[in-house]
């Protein structure tokens, strides 16, 4: 148990929604990461907040936003879905803003269909 | 762009022997590279790491070699036991303040065969 809770772990949805996928970072972490990973594909780098304020931005979408909360959990909202949004979304957190060592949820799974 | 690449999808090896997994990178800034293990239904976890200053890293029966001239790494399991099945990453970042972000490999699925 990594300590990185995500929720939902399954969600199906149809093209054109909205959805919203929760994370709770390890507790002292500071820094949230998204990850999306598509079939057959690596890890992308979508954004990293750090102690509520965006750090640095990846190849997110702008259909896609993200926030942290003061609490330091955060939300990764998927807008206007398509097909191709299919794919299992990863939170990580670390304790500073360096990346390193990442400690993981075990992801969303976002099925559109 | 695939600035980090892991170009065996799979690989299978007996019970006991070595297991060699690579990983090729394009990006000459990169200076801090990290494997991550992965079980199926699972988060990515933290294996080992190393640094640019570095050319080789040891953990147990984990070692990460460098060779930053040909801008690879590879990690070595030795032995290979069953629990090592698991996809494997690789990842890289550019410990700049600002940029902090891994990229990561396609990933390597590891068989051990018993």
């Known amino acids: 148990d990594s300590g990185v809770t995500q929720t939902p772990k399954h969600l199906i949805t149809a093209t054109g929604q909205r959805v919203t996928l929760r994370c709770s970072p390890r507790?002292?972490?500071?820094?949230v990461y998204w990850y999306q990973q598509s079939l057959d594909q690596g890890l992308q780098f979508l954004i990293q907040y750090y102690n509520g304020e965006e750090r640095a931005k990846g190849n997110i979408l702008e259909r896609f936003s993200a926030q942290q909360f003061p609490d330091l959990h955060s939300e990764l909202n998927l807008s206007s879905l398509e097909l191709g949004d299919s794919a299992l979304y990863f939170c990580a957190s670390s304790v500073g803003y360096h990346t390193g060592e990442l400690f993981f949820g075990e992801g969303s799974r976002l099925t559109v269909l | 762009d695939q600035q980090v690449k892991q170009n065996s999808p799979s690989l299978s090896v007996q019970e006991g022997r070595i297991s060699i997994l690579n990983c090729d990178y394009t990006n000459s800034m990169f200076d801090y590279f990290l494997w991550y293990k992965k079980y199926p239904a699972e988060g990515p976890t933290f294996l080992i790491s190393i640094s640019s200053i570095k050319d080789k890293n040891e953990d147990g029966r984990f070692t990460v070699f460098l060779n930053k001239s040909a801008k690879h790494l590879s990690l070595h399991i030795v032995p290979s036991q069953p629990g090592d099945s698991a996809v494997y990453f690789c990842a890289a970042e550019i410990s700049n303040f600002g940029n902090e972000k891994l990229t990561f490999g396609t990933g390597t699925r590891l068989t051990i065969i018993p």
């Open positions: 507790s002292g972490d500071l820094s």
